[in-house]
């Protein structure tokens, strides 16, 4: 099941703290669409890297999850935007997504369909109530400079966490629209993988983990004149299944009674 909710209208800003880092697992391998998705290559040795404060994540069955970010989250160069990851994430993972995506938005850069990640997080609706968010992107600051960037990611991450203090809060990284990956892509990576484990939060990188390489570039991203270097429909199938993989790595198996001793037979 999935929503897609409406611009927010209303600004609220607070500020929180703690300590994480960032996770990788092996990527799931059903296909759901028509067209074949790409095969995601096995973690190399080594590759999992544990935060060493987060706590994992403990979602009920059938959880609110509001997917929060920019043109990739939308849905951009799938045939329909609900066939994006972020809807075809409910799909996978039986959860309710919530999907927020503004075309060309960013930190600081306003986008196509509504203001900058700032404003539209400051403006989010408290009664959403979601049990976990993610947060997307975005590759839409790479033009806009470093300088003011960090206060611009802190201030609304601030706003988020007083919006939705009950939610886990998951970042998703940028993903490489392009090879051989842009300096200010991975400057900003490294930014946000630094901000959030001084939160204590879950930092999933896409670029870490190399979800795009030059073996699978062309299965995942639709480099049309229409699709504008987006995820083509399989390229967000494949997207939803290694968000479901990571996200199942950090979270904790659901506790299971233990079944009653068997008692002595009495004659």
Not at 3 to 24: E, F, G, N
Not at 237 to 265: F, H, K
């Amino acid at each position: 099941m999935h929503t897609r909710i409406a611009l927010p209208r209303r600004r609220l800003t607070w500020a929180v703290t703690a300590v994480a880092v960032a996770a990788v697992a092996v990527a799931l391998a059903a296909v759901w669409r028509p067209a074949p998705a790409p095969a995601a290559p096995a973690a190399a040795a080594g590759s999992v890297v544990v935060a060493t404060d987060a706590a994992p994540l403990s979602l009920p069955a059938g959880a609110r999850v509001l997917v929060f970010g920019d043109s990739w989250t939308y849905g951009s160069a799938a045939n329909t935007p609900t066939e994006g990851y972020a809807y075809v994430l409910a799909e996978r993972t039986g959860w309710t997504t919530i999907v927020n995506g503004v075309r060309g938005s960013g930190y600081l850069k306003p986008g196509i369909d509504g203001p900058s990640f700032g404003d539209r997080i400051a403006a989010l609706d408290p009664a959403l109530d979601p049990d976990l968010v993610i947060v997307q992107g975005s590759i839409n600051d790479r033009k806009q400079g470093a300088a003011g960037y960090l206060d611009a990611v802190d201030a609304a991450w601030d706003d988020l966490a007083t919006t939705y203090p009950e939610a886990r809060i998951v970042i998703l990284g940028p993903a490489p629209q392009v090879l051989p990956i842009e300096a200010e892509t991975a400057r900003i990576d490294r930014d946000l993988a630094d901000l959030a484990a001084a939160r204590g939060w879950w930092y999933l990188s896409p670029i870490a983990e190399q979800w795009i390489t030059d073996a699978n570039y062309r299965d995942v991203i639709d480099t049309s004149a229409t699709g504008r270097d987006h995820p083509s429909t399989a390229g967000h199938s494949y997207l939803a299944d290694r968000l479901a993989a990571d996200l199942a790595a950090i979270t904790e198996a659901p506790a299971v009674a233990a079944e009653p001793a068997p008692q002595p037979l009495v004659p």
